[in-house]
């Protein structure tokens, strides 16, 4: 993987991923634009004890733009976008629209490929390698700014899911704080240390999943399954064997292995719903670690520290059948109580029905 930073004209930062070592990186963005200007704010609730972030910046945001007017596909003669170059490999830069800004954190794009049609499951084996290297180095640079406490990597597909642009492409959240979803799990994994004498719960998890009913697909390095109490129609978690805490704990084997196992791992979505269905729309979400050390168990009030917490990306669609939308109504919306449609079983049996022959 060869790496190469370089600056937008309004000073975003970004980097350009490639496969090839001897790739040059030279083209400048033209554009007469002005330095980007946010209005991001967090703000706590003190009730519910979380946190909201406040952007009206991004009520201008690029809003279904015209395949021919795509931001994210590379510059042509006359058309000058996001990407200044012609061509990328993976390309991530600060997003012009961000959520999270300046000392509430950070907001970037990842665009898996410059082909404006593909898909995230369509790339070759070494494409998504290469995505999986981005997020690791991402990750990894992102912990180190003073603001950041927590990196969340995640692809939303589909209009569906509320996708604006249709290029193949994901977000990174840099959070300066620890997400309410991750403090609850940090303590949970306290209280069952506590209750078992040190047993670690993602642990005792992945246990007794594996050797379950719900197991969609294993490899040597990573098994996929759709947990006892799945929130949504069709949802899979994708776990590394070895626990570690983020993307920068993975070793080579089990990074070689990624790609054919997640690549499946889509397909397979994909034909949930048999021939002639549109797409799957889906969320696919990287949980990791919070950063910061000793202090993050202080932070969340959790008890848990880094290395109890098991890296693992959680993939869902929205689509509960043909034609048909999960909608989050008054009691997951207002009460955040779940109401599943499809029995986890039977998700897990469709999963492994529509296997790549």
């Not at 084996?125 to 180190?144: F, G, I, K, N, Y």
């Not at 594996?210 to 949802?235: D, I, N, Q, S």
Request: proline letters at 8%.
């Amino acid at each position: 993987m060869k790496k190469t930073s370089t600056r937008l004209a309004d000073g975003r930062e970004l980097v350009y991923y490639d496969l090839r070592d001897d790739t040059v990186r030279d083209a400048v963005d033209r554009r007469p634009l002005e330095p980007t200007a946010t209005t991001s704010e967090i703000r706590r609730d003190a009730l519910r004890g979380d946190r909201v972030a406040v952007a009206s910046h991004r009520q201008g945001r690029t809003y279904h733009p015209p395949a021919d007017q795509c931001p994210l596909c590379p510059s042509r003669d006359g058309r000058p976008s996001e990407i200044p170059d012609s061509s990328y490999d993976v390309v991530v830069f600060e997003n012009r629209f961000p959520s999270l800004a300046g000392d509430s954190g950070r907001c970037e794009v990842v665009c898996f490929t410059s082909d404006h049609h593909a898909s995230f499951a369509g790339l070759s084996e070494p494409q998504a390698r290469l995505v999986l290297d981005a997020w690791t180095d991402r990750t990894a640079e992102l912990s180190h700014l003073p603001s950041v406490t927590q990196v969340f990597c995640f692809e939303n597909r589909g209009p569906e899911i509320g996708v604006t642009l249709g290029h193949p492409h994901g977000q990174i959240y840099a959070y300066p704080f620890t997400t309410p979803r991750t403090a609850r799990t940090l303590r949970s994994l306290a209280a069952h240390k506590e209750a078992t004498g040190g047993e670690n719960l993602f642990d005792a998890v992945l246990a007794e999943e594996l050797a379950g009913e719900r197991v969609v697909l294993e490899g040597e390095h990573w098994a996929a399954f759709v947990p006892y109490a799945a929130h949504w129609p069709y949802e899979a978690h994708l776990y590394p064997k070895r626990r570690v805490p983020d993307l920068l704990g993975l070793d080579e084997a089990a990074r070689a292995e990624f790609p054919r196992v997640y690549l499946e791992l889509l397909r397979r979505f994909d034909r949930i719903f048999g021939e002639g269905e549109p797409p799957t729309p889906y969320i696919a979400a990287w949980h990791q670690a919070p950063f910061g050390g000793p202090e993050v168990s202080a932070r969340t009030g959790a008890g848990a520290g880094r290395d109890d917490f098991a890296l693992h990306l959680e993939l869902f669609t929205i689509r509960r059948t043909s034609g048909k939308l999960k909608f989050l109504a008054g009691s997951e919306s207002g009460m955040d109580v779940f109401i599943n449609d499809v029995p986890p079983e039977r998700a897990a049996e469709r999963l492994r029905e529509v296997a790549s022959s």
